[in-house]
Each structure stands twice: as C-alpha cells, then as structure tokens.
C-alpha cells in the first residue's frame, strides 16, 4: 500500500519561513496530482496547495503569495515552502492525491508559528 510522509515542520516565529516535504513509498507521483492540506485544533481540514502531474499549482486565497508547491516526479516528493508564516498558519500539514485517497493519510507534521 502507498505510504506518504510528512516533514519538516517545526517552530518558526511570525514572518518566518519553513520547507516541508512529502515522500511516497510508490512511483505515483508522475501520474497523479498532489496537494497539502493542513487542519489545526478544533477546526476542519483544509486544501492548502494543489499541484498537477506537470507543475500547474493551485492555492487557497489564505497563502497565495507566500505558500510555494513543488514536484519532483523522480524522487515521489511534493514539497511545501512556505514563507511569511503567520499565527494563523499553525496546524498539522498533510500531503494526499487529488481525488483524496484516505488510505494514504500519513501522520502529518507539525507546524507551529509562534513568538
């Protein structure tokens, strides 16, 4: 079974930047589309960034401007540079295929924006 993985988060203050990084354990990164989503305490997931097969990227209205998604089909990673982080920005961030596979859901890495 397809197994992603999350890293990269951490504690990064207001203004800060942070790299994340999403590995799959299988070659399915070249034919399918990949986003991250991100869903904080108490609240409901969200899509963050979507990215097609050739590099097309999609991003929600919270984080345009300052989030960058990224592929490399080779390697089966998507990543996530995320700079002028925010508060507001604090969650745990996944990575998933676009349609959602929910078998695919890995553990997520934590991402804390804080003074």
């Known amino acids: 079974q397809v197994r992603l993985v999350e890293s990269g988060g951490g504690l990064v203050q207001p203004g800060g930047s942070l790299r994340l990084s999403c590995a799959a354990s299988?070659?399915?990164?070249?034919?399918?589309?990949m986003a991250w989503f991100r869903q904080a305490p108490g609240k409901q997931r969200e899509l963050v960034a979507r990215i097609s097969t050739d590099g097309g990227a999609y991003y929600a209205d919270s984080v345009k401007g300052r989030f960058t998604i990224s592929r490399d089909n080779a390697k089966n990673t998507v990543d996530l540079q995320m700079n002028s982080l925010r508060p507001e920005d604090t969650a745990v961030y996944y990575c998933?295929?676009?349609?959602?596979?929910?078998?695919?859901w890995g553990q997520g890495t934590q991402v804390t924006v804080s003074s």
């Open positions: 299988a070659s399915i990164f070249s034919i399918s589309p």
């Open positions: 998933n295929a676009v349609p959602i596979r929910y078998a695919w």
